[in-house]
Every structure is written in structure tokens, then in C-alpha cells.
């Protein structure tokens, strides 16, 4: 019940075009839902977040839908462009108990230019 | 304002020695958590420690590791009798706790010969 299942794995975007990763979660007490991006090297940098409530989040160029009903959510970044190229990681968390993050396997982006 | 600080950035032990790995959270940040990145895979929860308290730590090994949030001072993570399967990178997250985001370091890259 802890899962979060996350897809394609790998993704190959012309620069210009829309990327799309979904997440499924099964644990209902999950309330928030952060997606993180990580380049080689480094650690997963926090990109935008989501909480239940609302079935849209727009930030810039990145928007998170969220679908409770199908516990199901996803990152469309649109105008891709050769910089975001990353591995993009999403989660779920239960907020004022264990706090962990429930992270997907992670999705390896490439924009080509 | 710094970001969380991890040290070392990578460590090589031979099998059946200690390692142990560090972390400083952000200013102002009391809530601790590390989690652990196989090769392909996403990262998974090991434990969450606040000053000197252990919440969860439901995703360590039973065996062999360990952590610590002093009152003073970085966590640490420790691990005795290291084997080829504990070869990973071990990222480290700090929040303010409640419902704030968790930021992370760029982790320790563990080779075991």
C-alpha cells in the first residue's frame, strides 16, 4: 500500500515539445505530492508540489494534474527544452506523521535539441 | 543560506569496515531524514530523526546500520561490517517538519570492494 508507481522510465522529447510522466499511488493517506528533479551528481532538487485538494498546479512551464478519485497524478512540462533534461522523481508523503517521502522509480528525460 | 551539507561526497571501504556518513541540515531545520538510491532505482526511505530522537525508522536494516541526530552537531549515519550490497548513494533531507518540504544534499556515493 506504500507504492508509488511511476511511468514511462525513459523519455525522449523533441525541444519544443510537451513531456508527460504519470504517478499512481495506492495509499489514500498520502496528502501531499512533490515532484523532484535530479541531475548526475547531484540530489533531487524539489520542482512543485501538490496537495489534494486541488486538481491543478501551475508553476512557470511545469504543471502538476491530480486525479484523487483515480489516485493517479502526473508532470507536464511544457516547451521542453534541452536543460531539463533529468531524471524526474515523484512522491507521495503523509504530512504530520512519519513525514517519509514514498518516491516512484523515476523517469529519465531527454530533450533533444 | 546554505543548503543541506553532506560529507563525504564519496567514500570507498572494503568489505567488514565502518562507514560513516554525514549530514548538516539546513539553518533552521530540525527534522532529519536519509534515504538510500540503488543504481536505476528511486530512493528509499531508511529514517527520520529529530534532535536526538529517532520517529521512524522503518526502512533501516535491522542489522549493522545505524543513526544519530545529536544535540550538537551533524547526523550521522553509520554503518558496520559494510558488504558489496551496501554500494549506493545515500542522500540526507532536512525540513522545519509539519508540512514544509524536504530539501536535500547531494549525497555520499558508498563503494564497497
Known amino acids: 500500500q506504500q507504492q508509488v508507481k511511476q511511468s514511462p522510465q525513459s523519455l525522449i522529447v523533441q525541444k519544443g515539445g510537451i513531456s508527460i510522466i504519470n504517478c499512481a499511488y495506492e495509499n489514500t493517506a498520502f496528502d501531499y505530492f512533490p515532484w523532484y528533479q535530479q541531475f548526475p551528481g547531484k540530489g533531487p532538487a524539489l520542482l512543485i508540489a501538490?496537495?489534494?485538494?486541488?486538481s491543478e498546479k501551475k508553476e512557470g512551464r511545469f504543471t502538476i494534474s491530480f486525479n484523487k478519485s483515480a489516485k493517479q497524478f502526473s508532470l507536464h512540462i511544457m516547451d521542453s527544452q534541452p536543460g531539463d533534461s533529468a531524471t524526474y522523481f515523484c512522491a507521495g508523503q503523509t504530512q504530520g506523521g512519519s513525514e517519509k517521502l514514498v518516491f516512484g522509480k523515476g523517469t529519465k528525460l531527454t530533450v533533444n535539441p | 543560506n546554505a543548503g543541506v551539507m553532506q560529507n563525504p561526497r564519496h567514500l570507498v571501504r572494503r568489505r567488514g569496515q565502518e562507514a560513516r556518513l554525514r549530514c548538516s541540515p539546513m539553518?533552521?531545520?530540525?527534522?532529519v531524514y536519509w534515504y538510500r538510491q540503488l543504481p536505476e532505482e528511486g530512493l528509499k526511505f531508511m529514517v527520520y530523526l529529530q534532535k536526538e530522537n529517532i520517529i521512524d525508522e522503518s526502512g533501516m536494516p535491522k542489522e549493522r546500520f545505524s543513526a544519530e541526530f545529536p544535540k550538537e552537531g551533524p547526523s550521522i549515519l553509520r554503518i558496520q561490517q559494510v558488504v558489496r550490497g551496501d554500494s549506493a548513494a545515500y542522500f540526507c533531507?532536512?525540513?522545519?517538519?509539519?508540512?514544509?518540504?524536504?530539501?536535500f544534499g547531494d549525497g555520499t556515493r558508498l563503494s564497497i570492494l
Open positions: 501538490i496537495r489534494p485538494d486541488v
Open positions: 539553518k533552521g531545520h530540525s527534522h
Open positions: 533531507a532536512s525540513s522545519p517538519g509539519g508540512t514544509q518540504p524536504q530539501h
